[in-house]
């Protein structure tokens, strides 16, 4: 499967377009979003792209802004979507919140806490509730609403999740933005402080005045080992596990009994977003296009960006096998041989991983990567972005592919995370 370029940095823009959607394509001008198309010779569906930040917290929680600020700075940030998720309420569904603004999609749903930690209640109706706050009753009453749960923030050292015997949830943040900020910061923010943690605070909040963009840049460098390591454990034992990725934005941030707008919202939607692959493209109508994101996510046809290093609007990620094509979150019957393609073509300087039941089996220092599977399993794909054209992944030997683990467990200097694919189950 080749996946042609279907995102734009800013609704609207124009690219060559091939004969099989010539037919959508007065569908296509209103939407700004090309479709992304299978291998020659086939005829596999067709995909669109649309570029959004999910679990975003406005006032009508504890986030500074108003569904005009926040959506402002949505479109500002040249998204297309937004999936707000307050605390404990709907109210933003309630007041109409859940529409289009302008181009932007605005959807809605909750973060609910419960006993065991925070789950995010995603496709649920506006009237959607739960009886208490056990993480089983919560999730199963999310999933008879008709709506999906993912665990935000789960190996958060500040908001951990503690109950992993629960059941029936579709994912878990992989990465939130808000958790990346390290804990001494938070811990003095919230009062808990050791004598390292204000010096380090101000250094932080000096630098941010500074150049905002440059830090964001560097808390979002962080390759969050854990919430992987869990994501790869549950994909092993679990249903399809959608992994995701959340802004957890508040646009506040507490210091010293003071509230300061850090990092603002599109600062926020600038350093973390996801990319959904949706069957039809977007119309322009809240009841079709809903379902289109919702049911995206909860299939896992999504990849997660540190946009910071660059937007990723044609990285791709496919299997063929015996005359069938799978992408993000979908299952391929193996036949005899599996040919994986993972394609990153929007930075100077990608280096490309395929994972298998989360243990790295092949890697290269450029924009493609090919390889040819012969075990079943759950493959994955990621992308880290390097600063120069310094080379760093050392020669293999022959017939040995090079690692790239390494270069990560050490967290190198001038290399960025920058793409998590959604895996491709291959049975």
Sequence with gaps: MRFHRSDSPQPGAAYPISWPVLAGLLVLLGTGALPAFGADGADPPSYWRYRGCIH????????????????????????EFVVITDHNTLDAAKEGGERYWGNLLVLVG??????????????????????????????????????????????????????????????????????????????????????????????????????????????????????????????????????????????????????YKVPTYQESFETVQVTVLTDKPLAHSIAQDRDLIFDAVRAGRLYMVYTRPALAPRFSFTATSGGMQATLGQELQLNGTARFQVQA?????????????????????????????????????????????????????????????????????????WVFSNPIYLK
Excluded: C
């Design 110 to 259: 909750t973060e609910v806490s419960t006993d065991a930690g925070h789950v995010l209640a995603l496709d649920v109706p506006p009237t959607f509730t739960w009886p208490d706050r056990q993480p089983q009753h919560v999730i199963d009453a999310i999933n008879q609403s008709g709506g999906f749960g993912i665990l935000a923030h789960p190996m958060s050292r500040s908001w951990l999740w503690t109950d992993w015997s629960v059941h029936g949830y579709r994912g878990i943040e992989v990465i939130n933005l808000a958790g990346l900020i390290d804990d001494d910061l938070r811990s003095a923010i919230h009062g808990h402080a050791n004598p390292f943690a204000i010096p380090r605070m101000l250094r932080i909040i000096r630098r941010y005045k500074r150049d905002p963009r440059s830090l964001l840049a560097s808390i979002s460098a962080d390759m969050v080992p854990a919430e992987r390591g869990k994501w790869d454990e549950l994909l092993k034992s679990s249903p399809p596990m959608v992994g995701s990725a959340g802004v957890d934005a508040h646009a506040r941030m507490l210091v010293l009994g003071k509230g």
């Design 345 to 417: 073509p929007d930075h100077p300087h990608p280096l490309i991983r395929l994972l298998q039941d989360g243990k790295e089996i092949a890697a290269v220092e450029g924009a493609k990567l090919e390889w040819e599977a012969k075990a079943p399993g759950v493959y994955r794909a990621e992308v880290y972005a390097a600063d120069d054209a310094k080379r760093l992944l050392k020669p293999a030997k022959p017939g040995k592919m090079p690692r790239l683990g390494p270069l990560i467990d050490k967290e190198k200097r001038g290399l960025r995370p």
């Design 56 to 79: 975003v917290h406005t006032r009508f929680s504890d986030g500074s802004g108003t569904m005009e600020q926040v959506t402002d700075a949505a479109q500002k940030a040249g998204l």
